[in-house]
Structures are given as structure tokens and as C-alpha cells.
Antibody
Framework: QGQLVESGGGVVQPGESLRLSCAASGFTLRNYGMHWVRQAPGKGLEWVAFIRSDGSDKYYADSVKGRFTISRDNSKNTLSLQMNSLRPEDTAVYYC????????WGQGSLVTVSS | EIVLTQSPATLSLSPGERATLSCRASQSVSSYLAWYQQKPGQAPSLLIYDASNRATGIPARFSGSGSGTDFTLTISSLEPEDFAVYFCQQRSNWPHSFGQGTKLEIK
């Protein structure tokens, strides 16, 4: 059974940057398009970004476009999310995920943006 | 952007009862609609993909139906472990979007 493990979350001030990483084990990440999904405290799920299996295409939610960058290193079986110009409304648990028809989810990494 | 509207926001039922959850899309998503279950403190998990296909290991009491703009998740007879939050998600158009969720609670 494949597993995803996120890292890099933490507390930052508005305007600062943070980089999330997601390491895959038990399956070959290069075979899958991958997503980042976030969930603000007590709220629903928000789709954030997607990258194709070979990195050729990337898509972003309007709320993060121009500030966040999704990337991957298939040689290292890892996915990343570079988050710049962070805002308080970016506070959330961030999941890396292989969404439907696949079902791969990390445990989530909490990002808190607060002054 | 496609907006997914789930109803009801909260559904109160007893174990053994039938649950019917709805997801309506603001424009057609064909059959590219998935359902996820999320329990407190856990990541979501896939139940149904492409409107009606059960994910691996999902019990037969879960079924999905619909196409275009109207979709339904049905749980035929609720088990205690089914009380959770359910989200629909479309992968027809970018950005891929989620519904706001339906909380299924014990009555």
C-alpha cells in the first residue's frame, strides 16, 4: 500500500514563504498526476494545485495563482509546493494527494499564517 | 469555475437507516464526479469515482449515481462507522473543485 508523507509546515508571518514537501513510498510517484488540497480549520476541502505525471502541465486555484508553485522530482519520488506571499487565509492543513480515480493521501501538514 | 453544491448540510439518521446525499454541479461534469469520506482527524478517503464506481475495498452499501449536473451518494443501511463528513469533487474542468460537504450525524 502506497504512502505519502508531507513535511515543511509551520507558523509564518503574513508575506513570508514556506515550502511543503511530499515523499512517496510504496509506489512510483512518476506514474501519477498529483494534487495539493487544503482544509482550513473546521472547514471543507479546497483544491489547490495539480501537476501532471511528467510535470508538463500545472493548474492552480485562483486563490493561489501567482503565489504558489507546484513541482515534482520524479527521480526522488517527491512532490513540492512553494508558497510565497502567504496570507492569513492560507492557514490550513495541506494534503498532497493522488485524487480520483486514485486514492493516495498524506497525513497533512499544518500551515499557520499569523502575525 | 464549476461550483458543487451539496445538500443537506447536515443529515441526522440512525444506524440501519438509508442515507441519501446530493451533489449538484453548476454546469455539466459528465460522469467525472467523485465522493470522499472524512472522519475527524483523518485525511479524506475515496468512496466512489466517476459517479458510480466503488473504490477498492468500499462496501456494497455505498453506491453512487447520476450524470451531468445531479449526483447522489446512497448508503443503503448505515453502520456506526459511516457517520462522518462526505465531500463530492469534480475532475471535468480546471480548477477541480469540491463541494462544501455533508455531515452525517447520529440521530
Amino acid at each position: 500500500q502506497g504512502q505519502l508523507v508531507e513535511s515543511g509546515g509551520g507558523v509564518v508571518q503574513p508575506g513570508e514563504s514556506l515550502r511543503l514537501s511530499c515523499a512517496a513510498s510504496g509506489f512510483t510517484l512518476r506514474n501519477y498526476g498529483m494534487h495539493w488540497v487544503r482544509q482550513a480549520p473546521g472547514k471543507g476541502l479546497e483544491w489547490v494545485a495539480f501537476i501532471r505525471s511528467d510535470g508538463s502541465d500545472k493548474y492552480y486555484a485562483d486563490s493561489v495563482k501567482g503565489r504558489f508553485t507546484i513541482s515534482r522530482d520524479n527521480s526522488k519520488n517527491t512532490l513540492s509546493l512553494q508558497m510565497n506571499s502567504l496570507r492569513p487565509e492560507d492557514t490550513a492543513v495541506y494534503y498532497c494527494a493522488g485524487l480520483a480515480p486514485y486514492n493516495y493521501w498524506g497525513q497533512g501538514s499544518l500551515v499557520t499564517v499569523s502575525s | 469555475e464549476i461550483v458543487l453544491t451539496q445538500s443537506p448540510a447536515t443529515l441526522s439518521l440512525s444506524p440501519g437507516e438509508r442515507a441519501t446525499l446530493s451533489c449538484r454541479a453548476s454546469q455539466s461534469v459528465s460522469s467525472y464526479l467523485a465522493w470522499y469520506q472524512q472522519k475527524p482527524g483523518q485525511a479524506p478517503s475515496l468512496l466512489i469515482y466517476d459517479a458510480s464506481n466503488r473504490a477498492t475495498g468500499i462496501p456494497a452499501r455505498f453506491s453512487g449515481s447520476g450524470s451531468g449536473t445531479d449526483f447522489t451518494l446512497t448508503i443503503s443501511s448505515l453502520e456506526p462507522e459511516d457517520f462522518a463528513v462526505y465531500f463530492c469533487q469534480q475532475r471535468s474542468n480546471w480548477p477541480h473543485s469540491f463541494g462544501q460537504g455533508t455531515k452525517l450525524e447520529i440521530k
